[in-house]
């Protein structure tokens, strides 16, 4: 699922050569066996994070963007609950932080949620708010892979 605004289908490449290089990695690497941590693909342009956790109520997690970074989540094991809402006029709860580049939004009035399951991915560009790791019926162990695509500023 890739989902964005009309105005953006121009600025942003998804097929570009980082992105190609990122669905490589993701087809071509043992994904099960990668260990949590950082990855540095091709410097400060694709990064790859790896990730374990348990996902909570929605209600405990806030709506997150980044300035610098596409990012792609691609579920290895198990499911969740994510979260997508166009970042314009959202409330910020916790201002840019440039070194993990990361804003956090109040509780938007509307936004719409997907369910990831296993070997599923979604898109999101820095014009998205999301938010992930959210329970869909109970919590669930995740392991989930996050690229980072360095993207052109905002």
């Given at each position: 699922m890739l989902?964005?605004?009309?105005?953006?289908?121009?600025?942003?490449?998804?097929?570009?050569?980082?992105?190609?290089?990122a669905f490589e990695f993701l087809k071509n690497e043992d994904l099960s066996q990668l260990k949590e941590g950082t990855y540095p693909i091709k410097e400060d342009k694709?990064?790859?994070?790896?990730?374990?956790?348990?996902?909570?109520?929605?209600?405990?997690?806030?709506f997150e963007t980044h300035n610098k970074y596409f990012d792609i989540h691609y579920v290895v094991e198990g499911e969740e609950?994510?979260?997508?809402v166009n970042r314009s006029e959202r409330d910020i709860k916790n201002e840019y932080n440039e070194i993990?580049?990361?804003?956090?939004?109040?509780?938007?009035?509307?936004?719409g949620y997907v369910v990831l399951n296993k070997g599923d991915f979604v898109i999101v560009s820095p014009e998205d708010a999301h938010k992930p790791r959210c329970t869909v019926d109970k919590p669930c162990k995740v392991k989930k892979i996050v690229i980072k695509i360095l993207a052109y500023p905002l």
């Open positions: 989902t964005s605004k009309l105005t953006l289908a121009e600025k942003y490449d998804y097929l570009s050569d980082d992105f190609i290089e694709i990064i790859v994070n790896v990730e374990e956790y348990l996902t909570i109520e929605a209600s405990q997690v806030s609950k994510f979260g997508y993990e580049d990361i804003t956090f939004y109040k509780e938007p009035q509307k936004s």
